[in-house]
């Protein structure tokens, strides 16, 4: 398996609060990904990383932050949580362009 | 139009069958195609990759592109239950920074 660890695993908020979701990878991959996935949406991308401080924005960014200060580290904050934030946040990576992604197991978020 | 779109499910078959998994795709840009396998309250695991059109047989499982028809296609012969998961396609182009764009998936079940 592909040395992904998302923390935490689950994770429960009220609405309103700052919530940071925590994505480090052993593999020294430059590319990072933080997707959301719900029912009938599939995978969306958040937010990416193309390297230390470089990262862009995915599709549904709106209300979400990254910042990558190592390679190792990729983090995503929730500003402000609302309900409609409340998801399974998965992780990806890959080594180089056009490869394929490996995925961590996903942070389950409820915000009440 | 999405960009890649998949047939929605859920597909329940009898243990032994050959099940058909297909994608279609808007962007003639891409080249590279992946099939991931997703069991419940897991994170998507690489299934299969090719890249551009053609055939690719991995065991039980056969990837095919069209790239002509911007289709793809994923076979399981004698399906067993432990194939009960949920299937999506991505896909991706060249260049720098790309992003993989995934189908919403399909939830596969396999009846003993």
């Known amino acids: 398996d592909a040395g992904i660890t998302q923390s935490p695993r689950h994770k429960v908020t009220e609405t309103g609060t700052p919530v940071t979701l925590r994505c480090h990878q052993t593999?020294?991959?430059?590319?990072m990904y933080w997707y959301r996935q719900d029912p009938g949406h599939g995978l969306r991308l958040i937010h990416y990383?193309?390297?230390?401080?470089?990262?862009d924005k995915g599709e549904v960014s709106d209300g979400y932050s990254v910042s990558r200060s190592k390679t190792e580290d990729f983090l995503l904050t929730l500003e402000s949580a609302t309900s409609s934030q409340t998801s399974v946040y998965f992780c990806?990576?890959?080594?180089?362009?056009?490869?394929?992604?490996?995925f961590g197991q996903g942070t389950r978020l409820t915000v009440v | 139009q999405k960009e890649v779109e998949q047939d929605p499910g859920p597909l329940s078959v009898p243990e032994g069958a050959i099940v058909s998994l297909n994608c279609t795709y808007s962007?003639?840009?891409?080249?590279?195609f992946m099939w991931y396998r997703q069991y419940s309250r897991k994170g998507p695991e690489l299934l299969m990759y090719?890249?551009?059109?053609g055939n690719k047989e991995d065991g039980r499982f056969t990837a095919q592109v069209d790239k002509s028809s911007k289709y793809i296609s994923l076979f399981i012969r004698d399906s067993q239950p432990s194939d009960s998961a949920t299937y999506l396609c991505?896909?991706?182009?060249?260049?720098?920074?790309?992003?993989?764009?995934f189908g919403k998936g399909i939830t596969l079940s396999v009846r003993p």
């Open positions: 090719t890249y551009s059109s």
């Open positions: 990383s193309y390297g230390v401080k470089d990262t």
């Open positions: 593999e020294n991959h430059r590319y």
């Open positions: 991505a896909m991706d182009r060249p260049g720098a920074n790309s992003k993989l764009t």
């Open positions: 990806a990576i890959r080594g180089g362009m056009n490869t394929e992604a490996f």
């Open positions: 962007n003639s840009a891409f080249q590279y």
